[in-house]
């Protein structure tokens, strides 16, 4: 082993300070850390963790905890500094001192520390480190963390497992993308893998004789694979009945690392798992091309309306219409007709009712088909699922164009609907520009006031807040 991989905690310090800070799940944070001891260890340097509450996606979903509860107190003591400094000031981006680090050199004038990322990092220093010698820093910084007891015997129980020869993992994530708050975020559509597609996968693997793992919540999606192609849910082959979600995450994160390969959706929890070990991550949805995501669906789909897989829940039905969605816009091949997106829509909704989102893909699409009463009844429909605040946030991606929704479309038909006295129109226009224009989004609020369908009395509240004649409500 080189000289300088032999660890021994921090490097010799050279002034420079990385910081590992992130409010995602423990996945991000892990590969943040994993990321920031490599570079001290290569650099000299030290590390600092600072762990704020978690503020990006579910905490009911996620495996997290304080510090106290994820690290021994020895490493906790070593690593924990004064946190970060407020608004981050002076903690730099790697870009933005690679070329010091790379020399050599010291940080420059007002530069505190430098933040790690949670993505593979690699490739960013290609004159401080070879790809195999940046692995080999990550592995050795994985195997240096210091976890609780508990943790710890997590991980020896996975390093332990007896695996298959090249097995290969599937990780099909659920619980926030699929069933929780997340479904409302397009942007989340590509941290998991669709089922048709994942099936697609694991049929695939079986049929090159490799023995397939399967990690994720859905146990009777997974139970449906076992069935039909013989892999292995990891419940099948470890009890993991009396883990905690940290101890279970840490496990999975360990056994992801020792297979052959790993299929998943663009998640920090597996790249966490191809950080701390020699797995590789397969290409993202098998390398299938947008175009043969969309019909791989559609066929998928198709086949259900007539016999439908009793192991496919409603909401893995709508995430599938939504991926689909998603990548229709991305394909330069032949693109979907109005009426096949119109169906996708529908049938997504059909499964997914109270998704705001979901209402406002359909709006959008009302309006890119001059089809303004349907539009009109797609945003109220999502002005009742989504409080003001959450459905502002919403709109508002969607406006940009992320995901699943033609922002273009929607922006200009809003604009084109509120100036002919549409009052759903009027409404989302004047959610959206509160934060900006408090006297347009006031009238825009008297326009939806004078014209509102007598159902909608509901949004009555909001609309006044925005219109200066009533107090906002309690979210």
């Not at 790697?94 to 010091?100: E, F, I």
């Not at 090249?166 to 926030?176: N, P, Q, S, T």
């Not at 009793?310 to 109005?338: N, W, Y």
Request: proline share 6%; charged share 20%; aromatic share 6%.
């Amino acid at each position: 082993m080189p000289k300088w991989l032999e660890w021994q905690g921090q490097g010799v310090s050279s002034g420079w300070r990385f910081l590992v800070h992130q409010r995602d799940g423990l996945g991000a944070r892990l590969s943040s850390l994993i990321n920031a001891l490599a570079l001290a260890r290569r650099a000299g340097g030290t590390v600092e963790l600072d762990w704020p509450p978690m503020t990006a996606g579910d905490p009911d979903t996620h495996a997290m905890g304080p510090v106290t509860e994820i690290f021994a107190p020895a490493f906790v003591e070593r690593h924990r500094g004064p946190g970060a400094p407020k608004g981050l000031s002076g903690v730099a981006e790697l870009g933005a001192v690679r070329d010091a680090i790379q020399s050599g050199r010291a940080p420059p004038q007002g530069v505190v520390a430098v933040r790690a990322h949670w993505r593979p990092i690699g490739h960013e220093l290609p004159q401080f480190w070879t790809a195999q010698e940046y692995r080999a820093l990550c592995r050795a910084a994985f195997d240096a963390i210091a976890f609780v007891p508990a943790l710890e015997a997590a991980r020896r129980k996975a390093a332990a497992l007896p695996l298959p020869a090249r097995a290969v993992g599937v990780h099909l994530r659920a619980g926030d993308v699929i069933y929780g708050d997340y479904r409302t975020d397009a942007r989340m559509v590509t941290k998991a893998i669709s089922y048709p597609v994942a099936e697609a996968i694991v049929a695939q693997e079986r049929a090159a004789r490799h023995a397939v793992i399967l990690f994720g919540e859905d146990r009777a999606f997974m139970s449906h694979l076992a069935k039909r192609h013989a892999a292995r849910p990891i419940a099948d082959m470890v009890d993991l009945a009396g883990m905690s979600k940290l101890e279970r995450a840490i496990f999975e994160i360990t056994l992801m690392s020792r297979l052959h390969r790993l299929h998943a959706g663009q998640s920090a929890f597996a790249g966490t798992a191809a950080l701390a070990g020699p797995v590789q991550l397969a290409p993202s949805n098998g390398g299938l091309e947008p175009d043969e995501i969309v019909s791989l669906i559609r066929t998928r789909l198709a086949a259900e309306a007539a016999a439908r897989e009793v192991a496919i829940s409603g909401r893995q039905t709508a995430f599938a219409c939504r991926v689909a969605l998603r990548f229709d816009r991305l394909s330069t091949a032949a693109k979907l007709e109005p009426g096949e997106r119109l169906a996708l829509i529908d049938l997504a909704l059909r499964h997914d009712a109270f998704n705001a989102r979901l209402h406002i893909v359909r709006a959008a699409h009302g309006y890119a088909e001059a089809d303004p009463e349907a539009a009109d009844a797609a945003l109220a429909q999502a002005a009742v699922v989504a409080p003001s605040k959450e459905l502002r946030v919403i709109l508002r991606d969607a406006i940009q164009g992320h995901g699943d929704a033609a922002g273009p479309d929607l922006r200009a038909g809003l604009e084109a609907a509120a100036a002919a006295g549409r009052p759903m129109a009027a409404f989302v226009l004047a959610v959206l520009d509160t934060e900006k224009d408090r006297v347009l989004a006031a009238s825009r609020a008297q326009v939806y006031l004078a014209g509102r369908p007598s159902h909608l009395a509901c949004l009555d509240p909001h609309v006044g807040a925005l219109a200066g004649t009533g107090q906002a409500p309690v979210e």
